[in-house]
């Protein structure tokens, strides 16, 4: 379902990622792959990247005296990388991010963890402004390598209705 070979002329094809309104059910759980694992570089460059000067997430000495002993990766990086590892499946078609809710960060995550993403459906509904999509609201969640949850949170999306997502009106 993620993604899907779309004939574009004969004996021609495109790649199309994503879901349509119409491909949501509420109470589906899309697993995210491949899984993710941060280096140092990622979260030094999203730090400084990002203008946060925390010590805690580049500065070794200091950090090996704190409660963790070690780096903690920069918690907005995991946030972002979840984000970012459901977009192929249920956000590529998405005409914008509505908003994240309930962000909850709920174990810490060190240079060289991996992460893995599921995301559930848990609300759909169509636009009574925009005929043509609909909002989808998924729950999604971050786990370490060791199957540890290291985040949650819920995220709204305006989806097309299939047929008008802007890859289906291209013509290149």
Not at 15 to 23: A, I, P, Q
Not at 106 to 118: E, Q, S
Not at 134 to 159: N, P
């Amino acid at each position: 379902m993620v993604a899907q070979a779309k004939e574009v002329g004969p004996k021609r094809y495109r790649e199309s990622y994503g879901r349509y309104l119409e491909d949501f059910h509420v109470g589906d759980v899309y697993e995210h792959r491949p899984g993710r694992t941060i280096t140092a570089t990622d979260n030094t460059w999203f730090t400084l990247l990002t203008m946060n000067q925390h010590p805690l997430h580049f500065d070794a000495e200091y950090c090996a005296k704190s409660e963790f002993g070690q780096i903690l990766v920069n918690s907005c990086l995991t946030l972002s990388l979840v984000t970012g590892m459901s977009v192929s499946d249920v956000s590529q078609k998405t005409v914008a991010n509505l908003g994240w809710q309930n962000v909850k960060l709920t174990g810490p995550v060190f240079i060289g963890d991996t992460l893995y993403a599921h995301s559930e459906v848990l609300s759909i509904r169509e636009s009574g402004s925009r005929p043509n999509q609909g909002i989808v609201t998924i729950r999604s969640t971050g786990t370490k390598q060791t199957g540890d949850v290291v985040i949650h949170f819920e995220r709204a999306m305006l989806i097309p209705k299939r047929g008008f997502a802007v890859d289906d009106l291209m013509d290149y």
